[in-house]
């Protein structure tokens, strides 16, 4: 099992391109979410997906495209990269049934960097 | 909207030494609590959690009780290693949302 898997682990862009970060689980998860995180500060959620062809907006989703095809990739569009954008991105998963408190696991994190 | 709040770090300790690191939570009803952790260049990683009023979540030393009359999730160690120096995230799930809010984070810097 590899878990949750994030490529590239590092990029630089310029102002204006674009880029897909992407996220892949093999633990047939049903819920996928993508989380930045800046210096010093906790994670923000991005987008979500609670299944193959479902997606929703998180708290910041502005700048970002996500979709979901398969159960195993969750890849998050960048269209427009601006410095804002600068930040760790994390990819997690999780297997939810009912009720709340199940784990969510996370990939290594993708490092990018807008000049 | 549900939130939580994290002691600022960083917090340095001598090794051997008592650790606590408060955190307080605004929500609606008893969500489940967690402690996640995050070593440098990883990813974030469950440390414990719980998941009702007064439980106890436990791992590797570590200790958090739920208690729901100060609305806090304080993260506690007898006695902390080298290794124990990390980035720690207190969470609970949004409401409405199957995901997490995420505190600031406390980075735990342990010292020889």
């Known amino acids: 099992n590899a878990g949750v898997t994030q490529t590239p682990k590092f990029r630089i862009l310029k102002i204006g391109q674009s880029m897909t970060l992407q996220c892949t689980q093999d633990m047939n998860h049903n819920y996928m979410y993508w989380y930045r995180q800046d210096p010093g500060m906790g994670l923000k959620l991005i987008y979500y997906?609670?299944?193959?062809?479902?997606?929703d907006k998180g708290e910041v989703p502005n700048g970002y495209n996500v979709s979901r095809s398969t159960t195993e990739d969750f890849p998050l569009r960048l269209e427009l990269a601006a410095p804002s954008q600068t930040s760790v991105y994390f990819c997690?998963?999780?297997?939810?049934?009912?009720?709340?408190?199940?784990?969510?696991?996370f990939g290594p994190g993708t490092r990018l960097t807008v000049l | 909207g549900d939130s939580v709040t994290q002691m600022e770090g960083p917090v340095t300790l001598s090794e051997e030494a008592f650790l606590t690191i408060n955190c307080t939570y605004t929500a609606t009803g008893y969500p489940s609590l967690f402690w996640y952790v995050q070593y440098p260049g990883e990813g974030l990683q469950l440390l414990l959690k719980a998941t009702k009023a007064d439980d106890k979540g436990s791992n590797k030393g570590f200790e958090a009780t739920y208690r729901k009359e100060t609305t806090s999730f304080h993260l506690e160690k007898g006695s902390v290693q080298v290794s124990d120096s990390a980035v720690y995230f207190c969470a609970l799930p949004y409401t409405g949302r199957r995901a997490l809010t995420f505190g600031s984070g406390t980075r735990l810097q342990v010292q020889p």
């Open positions: 997906s609670v299944g193959a062809g479902i997606t």
């Open positions: 997690a998963s999780s297997y939810h049934t009912s009720g709340s408190g199940n784990e969510q696991f």
